[in-house]
């Protein structure tokens, strides 16, 4: 199973960025799917999830500005990031819940990251 990123960039603040990520490989089923971030000299943090049936939460800062959506049929989470704020900025990481084909062990992949800048 892979999850590959994309979308990631250098934005001014007040901008948008779209993050797109795709999973692939022996997909029995895909669980929860979610975005994280960790920026320079601190720990990762959890950003927003999904649950398979569409329920989302969000971490406090990002309430109101970040939407979290997915395509069940494409494997595919994405991240809308509105009025991005400097603070923003960090490499983004998805991550799924995925049921694997063939075995049906459930296990949490990982994307490689893509780094996402807001500049003032």
């Known amino acids: 199973v892979q999850l590959v990123e994309s979308g990631g960039g250098l934005v001014q603040a007040g901008g948008s960025l779209r993050l797109s990520c795709a999973a692939s490989g022996s997909i029995f089923r895909i669980n929860s799917m979610g975005w994280y971030r960790q920026a320079p000299g601190k720990q990762r943090e959890l950003v927003a999830s999904?649950?398979?049936?569409?329920?989302?939460k969000y971490t406090d800062s990002v309430k109101g500005r970040f939407t979290i959506s997915r395509d069940n049929a494409k494997n595919t989470v994405y991240l809308q990031m509105n009025s991005l704020k400097l603070e923003d900025t960090a490499v983004y990481y998805c991550t799924a819940n995925v049921v694997v084909a063939f075995t049906l062990i459930s296990s949490d992949y990982w994307g490689q990251g893509t780094q996402v800048t807001v500049s003032s």
């Open positions: 999904i649950t398979s049936g569409g329920t989302t």
